[in-house]
């Protein structure tokens, strides 16, 4: 199959080329340049929209295999397509875990089949995520395991985290850390401040997050090991980053939409919708992720998307389960809450939500050029509209953005030359 954009302006990491035509064959891109006469099997007028090279989502939530009535390989992929992903990475907290070659394989061939995305699966450092013996890293790669993570849990012996890190960095695999103290965080829902106290539930301090994310960079200064930090939502593990890079330590970070779009105020009627962990923080927490963002601490922008069904989610704040989805609002949010503000520019967002991801996990692609796999999402960063439930392509509908007004929409995801989402067609 052949597929023309014309009219497009392309939006690289390091550029950007207005009034631009793409043809794609066979899943890739064959030629760019301004105006292409040759005509093609699909065509699309993409006149006043961007082209960026295809979302890849480091961190998302699939629930499959075990937990489909919040989410499947299906919906979610579905879902990730409409928000302009074209590869997401899948966490390993499913039911079973994700720490045998079958369920590895399971989710790769349930993706080829049903999926609208790539899906890249993240196994679990630990045996059953308990914490204790480690996985087969190396059976599990040679599955088609991307990554390693407990997510969902920290890696809370000492022992076990740095023998972790010594298996990654030999196999050169990237290792990704929820950093979190259980036993410090107790009981607690929402971020320790005035807004959890108003609202008379159980805190979480930042030195939850941060006292793990400094043992962290400790070892992998002392081990010269990679690792790379999940969901970054204070300004002090901001902080602990920034200097750690300074040193030379390789360590990388994400953090999600939500940190800097909104906080803890979103608590304050006890809406589930907005629990998430790790939680929502305060103004100058969600000021250090913009300002970590912009100087290049933080190097990738992850939705962690976490679907959950109506019925869990409308239970009290304190039994409701954390998480909220993100696909298909992660790029408005970046829009409005970081281009907007003049925080970024377009080709930091090729860089945060494709460049960069892509650079992590040692993937071709994040790039649109001659050769190149054709994983293209086309947008319009001038459309305003309000989000809502009717909208929604996932399974699941637990967002705090609801009702809000966002600013860019994705008109478009192209994978492997392949249209996989037309907002035209929804």
């Known amino acids: 199959m052949t597929l023309l954009i014309k009219n497009c302006t392309i939006v690289n990491a390091d550029g950007m080329q207005p009034d631009m035509d793409i043809m794609i064959r066979e899943g890739r891109i064959a030629e760019i340049n301004t105006n292409i006469t040759e005509r093609a099997g699909v065509e699309i007028d993409a006149k006043g ?23 499947d390989i299906a919906t979610g992929t579905r879902a990730a397509a409409a928000g302009g992903y074209t590869t997401v990475c899948c966490m390993p907290n499913t ?127 002392k081990l010269d090991a990679p690792i790379h930090i999940c969901h970054v939502s204070t300004a002090g593990s901001v902080e602990l980053v920034r200097r750690a890079k300074k040193r030379g330590v390789p360590v ?7 940190y800097y779009s909104i906080t803890d105020e979103k608590i304050a009627d006890r809406n589930p919708n907005a629990k998430v962990n790790p939680p929502l923080r305060e103004m100058s927490d969600l000021l250090a992720i913009r300002q970590g963002i912009a100087d290049g601490t933080i190097d990738a922008i992850a939705t962690d998307h976490a679907p959950h069904s109506e019925q869990e989610k409308a239970q009290e704040m304190e039994a409701a389960p954390f998480g909220m989805i ?45 050769n190149a796999p054709a994983d293209i999402t086309l947008c319009d960063i001038q459309e305003k509209f309000v989000y809502n439930k009717e909208e929604i392509v996932s399974k699941a509908k637990n967002s705090p953005f609801l009702g809000m007004e ?6 478009y995801t192209i994978r492997k030359g392949s249209i996989t989402y037309d907002r035209q067609a929804h």
């Open 49 to 71: 929209l961007y082209a960026f090279p295809g979302f890849l989502d480091l961190h998302s939530h699939l629930r499959d295999p075990g937990l489909t009535h919040k989410e």
């Open 252 to 258: 990388t970070c994400e953090t999600g939409p939500h």
């Open 326 to 370: 993100g696909f298909e609002t992660a790029f408005a949010l970046t829009v409005t809450n970081l281009l907007e503000t003049g925080v970024i520019s377009l080709e930091d967002i090729a860089r945060l939500l494709s460049k960069r991801p892509n650079e992590l996990l040692k993937r071709e692609g994040g790039e649109i050029k001659k």
């Open 406 to 411: 966002l600013k860019g929409r994705v008109n």
């Open 95 to 221: 039911k079973p875990v994700i720490d045998s070659e079958k369920t590895v394989r399971y989710i790769i061939e349930k993706a080829e089949k049903e999926g609208f995305t790539d899906v890249l699966p993240v196994a679990c450092i630990t045996c059953g995520m308990q914490g204790g013996a480690l996985t087969d890293f190396e059976k599990l790669r040679d599955a088609g395991a991307v990554a390693f993570s407990d997510d969902g849990l920290p890696v809370a012996g000492d022992e076990v985290i740095l023998c972790a890190m010594e298996y990654s960095k030999k196999l050169g695999m990237l290792l990704m850390l929820h950093e979190e103290d259980l036993e410090l965080r107790g009981q607690g829902v929402v971020h320790d401040g005035e807004n959890a106290r108003k609202a008379g539930l159980a805190g979480i301090p930042r030195a939850v997050e941060e006292s793990m994310t400094a043992r962290d960079i400790f070892y992998a200064e």
